[in-house]
């Protein structure tokens, strides 16, 4: 096996006992495991892309080496079990809460770095006060959002993202937007609310666009760490069980299908647009609003 | 605020200032709330004095996200609470629910107003059977104490934390909307200094790379995991049943009819006792302080003791008095009177239900 240039994995002091004898020190690492995942089976369907972006989640947070003050909201859904699968301290919330869930812990330990994992029926439908206020209130959270169209968990009902026409359990005639409405852009909707630093919507089809989504997980983290405000990073993802085809046609729906409504990109970076923080954008949008530029004191 | 134990202040306040003032002496540096009559005072009160004391207050979007960034706040290790009156209480259910089945401490205040639905705005009893029957889906009760004086809402909201933390529970204050909003002297509790508060091994603040990572959870997909959960968290609601109960007795030592009142309902009650008991009624006051765990204690001595019968007088049509007639276990007979809406019985017409029911129990029905 080649061995590539890759630092020695230096292990937290809890875990070595229990797996750092596998490791013989002089080997050098080139794909493992990353730390902050345990050895947990996963619930996850063959194919399905939550895996991945578990995966995403934990690489970043051991390169950011912050697991150790990082804590989890896992959301009612799929990754329901994430609490299982991190090893960073994990709360689970209700269905749909996770980003006032988020907001407790941040409140109470600023500190932290608080990350909440949520899928579309959780974030877009159930939980859309709670999306919509952490990120217009600015908490300093980092939201990842696992849009894949459908309720997966309870067996592949409509959910607010299903697409125009498709067909579900819910919507066996497929979606009536004249019924029962248009899906919800979430990427589109957050990126106008002031208090939002970053949203960025990717996808895991390819190893490029797995590449893209790492490195806008880690920014959205980053910015946390940096204070900068919300990030939301939105997955385009696939759910070839409920969508009831194989990984590789689930992912060419996604392309065709998906991709065209829910377009790639970034939809909001106050960084890059020039600000220090989304509070300073949030400043000079409302420029011409004398109340909302009377300086606070500390 | 001086930080002086020997020299407690005693102040003319609000009811539901007091409540506010009190959880802050108790170590609450944490309040989620969302506006709604009649305990509005409490959050204006939180919203001014909190940040004062390096404390957050935060007006949430709901009840619902209130509710969950105290289940937050608390899976992360602080003391913390949140207020609302009736209707904004049921919102709250759904993550009382969640922060039993996880084991979460935290203090819930309902300041009561008539219901159901938006009822209206005056003082009214008719939670109880929400607050001690549980308040959400599943298994589980919390404790809940009842104030009737604006200095029990100092003592018991003070209490109220010191039981969250040691049973890992939520824990309830139903009050209603006249003890919330009357002035009375009152002394207030000492100030805890929140760093000197137990610690919680349990809490989700991170790792800090010093132990294994800490679940806040209440999920169990084993049906026997959930069982034994459930089982293990009724051992500790056997615990607080026995070592918890706390009732106060006004001329029960001879009394052959005792009027079982909480809150608001007890002030009342306590002066038509007195009224009886000139008019040569031999009857006395049970004042439940716990509503869960109820005082059944209190009233198998009583029983024991010689009580005929009791009276249960409520601010409702009828709540309490189910957990009387469980107590009393057909023993004696227990009858009801009340009224609903804010209209708050008087002294004479309590009398008078006294009277009747004296009346019927020597009648021996």
Not at chain 1, 228 to 248: D, F, K
Not at chain 2, 179 to 202: N, T
Not at chain 2, 323 to 329: E, N
Not at chain 2, 350 to 355: F, G, H
Request: aromatic residues 6%.
């Amino acid at each position: 096996m080649a061995k590539a240039n890759v630092a020695p994995i230096t292990l937290p002091s809890y875990q070595q006992e229990r797996i750092g004898s596998q490791i013989a020190e002089t080997e050098k690492i080139v794909a493992a495991r990353p730390r902050v995942l345990t050895d947990v089976v996963t619930n996850y369907c063959p194919g399905c892309t939550h895996g991945i972006v578990n995966r995403l989640v934990a690489e970043c947070i051991n390169e950011l080496g912050i697991e150790g003050k990082t804590v989890g909201i896992a959301p009612v859904g799929c990754s329901v079990m994430m609490y299982d699968f991190f090893n960073c301290d994990m709360i689970e919330a209700a269905h749909g809460r996770a980003p006032a869930v988020a907001t407790g812990v941040k409140r109470v330990h600023p500190d932290n770095v608080v990350f909440a994992y949520q899928g579309d029926g959780d974030l877009a439908s159930i939980g859309t006060a709670e999306t919509v206020h952490a990120a217009t209130r600015g908490e300093k959270i980092t939201v990842i959002f696992i849009n894949n169209a459908i309720y997966g968990m309870t067996g592949g009902q409509m959910a607010p993202t299903s697409l125009p026409n498709q067909v579900t359990q819910t919507s066996p005639y497929g979606r009536d937007v004249s019924k029962v409405g248009y899906p919800v852009r979430i990427a589109e909707m957050v990126s106008t609310l002031d208090g939002v630093a970053y949203v960025e919507r990717v996808t895991c089809d390819s190893r490029a666009h797995i590449m893209q989504a790492k490195k806008a997980i880690k920014k959205a983290f980053q910015n946390q760490i940096d204070g900068i405000g919300y990030s939301l990073v939105e997955v385009v993802a696939t759910c070839p069980t409920n969508w009831g085809m194989t990984p590789q046609d689930a992912f060419q729906w996604l392309r065709d299908n998906m991709l065209p409504y829910y377009p790639l990109g970034v939809y909001k970076d106050v960084v890059a647009d020039g600000f220090a923080n989304a509070a300073e954008a949030a400043l000079d949008r409302a420029k011409d609003c004398p109340i909302a530029q009377q300086k606070k004191e500390a | 605020m001086a930080n002086n134990n020997a020299a407690q202040e005693r102040v003319l306040m609000k009811g539901n200032e007091v409540l506010a003032e009190a959880a802050m002496r108790a170590g609450c540096r944490f309040f989620f709330g969302y506006p709604i009559t009649p305990q509005t005072e409490l959050a204006a009160y939180m919203a001014k004095k909190l940040p004062l004391i390096g404390g957050t207050f935060l007006q949430a979007e709901s009840e619902i996200a209130a509710i969950n960034m105290v289940y937050g706040a608390a899976a992360a290790g602080a003391r913390v609470m949140t207020s609302s009156s009736s209707p904004g209480v049921s919102l709250k259910g759904e993550g009382v629910s969640y922060m039993a089945g996880a084991d979460l401490p935290g203090v819930i205040v309902n300041v009561q107003r008539g219901g159901p639905g938006l009822g209206g705005i005056q003082p009214s009893q008719s939670d109880y059977f929400q607050a001690t029957r549980a308040l959400g889906h599943g298994d589980f009760f919390m404790p809940v104490l009842a104030p009737s004086t604006v200095q029990e809402m100092a003592d018991l909201i003070y209490d109220a934390f010191d039981l969250a933390d040691t049973y890992r529970t939520p824990t309830m204050i139903l009050a209603d909307g006249m003890i919330g909003q009357m002035m009375e002297p009152v002394l207030l509790p000492p100030e805890r200094d929140p760093e000197s508060l137990p610690a919680k091994p349990w809490a989700t603040s991170g790792t800090r790379m010093e132990r294994e990572h800490n679940v806040v959870n209440s999920l169990y997909l084993s049906p026997e995991k959930l069982n034994d959960t459930n089982h293990e968290r009724f051992e500790r609601y056997a615990a607080i049943r026995a070592k918890e109960q706390r009732a106060e007795l006004m001329m029960c030592d001879d009394a052959e009819l005792v009027v079982v009142a909480f809150g608001a309902a007890s002030r009342i009650a306590r002066t038509a006792v007195r009224d009886a008991r000139a008019k040569g009624i031999k009857c006395g006051l049970l004042r439940p302080i716990t509503l869960w765990p109820f005082p059944e204690q209190a009233i198998g001595q009583l029983i024991d003791g010689g009580t005929r019968a009791f009276l249960s007088v409520e601010l409702n049509m009828g709540q309490m008095v189910e957990d009387v007639r469980l107590a009393a276990s057909g023993r004696v007979p227990v009858s009801f009177y009340g009224q609903t809406g804010g209209v708050l019985p008087t002294p004479e017409e309590v009398l008078a239900a006294i009277e009747q029911a004296a009346a019927t129990m020597e009648r021996g029905e």
